[in-house]
């Protein structure tokens, strides 16, 4: 486990591997992260979705690999069980700090294989003195032979607008959470949409979204489960070519309301 810390306080436990069933497909998360007054604003191991892990990143469909964790939506069939987990393994560090750190992970299929290299940074900085800034950058290259398709359950015949998978960050239970992103206000208007900004409005917090780019959209739930995502393949799937590579930076401005 690495910690991020700001002024002296702790604001967010980045967890390396955890001790978690091979299902909900192990991977590195950020939990709990925190406002600087010290509220949690993630999640881990909810019952409605365990594998949902706190902050982080996951594809439910990358070339057949789920690493996402739970079930597989299948055309025609729904959500099965099928053994096709993989996981996301850390590698090697690249550099560490207080506040900052830097490391490799590969991306495995449920034999080993590797489907994407990735370097990822994670930053926190401090904005003032109610709220900071977390900084997920992340570049993942397919170092095979054969094209990587990402894929989500909406475009595998679910529709619904499941287009989730990417940065995803799972909310704490709340009874009180607001959206907005731009003039849009409703749940059903911002998921699949590319407004530069999202923000999660609650009683005591807020966060503030950005970083989609090309066709990124942002997946949004709120009644069904408290989740925000930046959607890397929403409606139309994203292929890494051999050697080619996909780079994103996401921001997330964490405040005391």
Known sequence: MSLLSLRGK????????????????????????????????????????????????????????????????????GYVWLPDHGRIVHTGWRSQSDNAFAHDLHWLSPNGTTLL??????RAEAVDDRSWRLTVSTRLTNPGKALVELRTPALNGRGEGAGYGGFFWRLPPTIDVELSA???????????????????????????????ADNDRWFARIAEYPGIGASLAFDQPLV??????????????????
């Open 10 to 77: 702790i604001v967010a436990e980045y967890v390396i591997d955890p001790d978690i069933d091979p299902t909900l497909v192990p991977r590195p998360y950020l939990h709990p992260v925190r406002t600087l007054t010290g509220t949690a604003v993630t999640d881990v191991l909810p019952e409605d979705h365990e594998w949902h892990l706190g902050a982080g990143i996951a594809m439910p469909d990358v070339s057949g690999t789920n690493l996402w964790g739970g079930r597989t939506y299948v055309h025609g069939q």
């Open 117 to 122: 290299e990735e370097q990822r940074e994670i």
């Open 182 to 212: 731009g003039s849009l206000r409703a749940e059903s208007a911002i998921n699949g949409s590319a407004t530069p900004e999202l923000t999660v409005s609650s009683a005591r917090y807020s966060l503030t979204f950005s970083g989609l």
């Open 240 to 257: 890494i070519g051999p050697g080619c590579a996909l780079s994103r930076t996401y921001h997330v401005v964490i405040a005391d309301r």
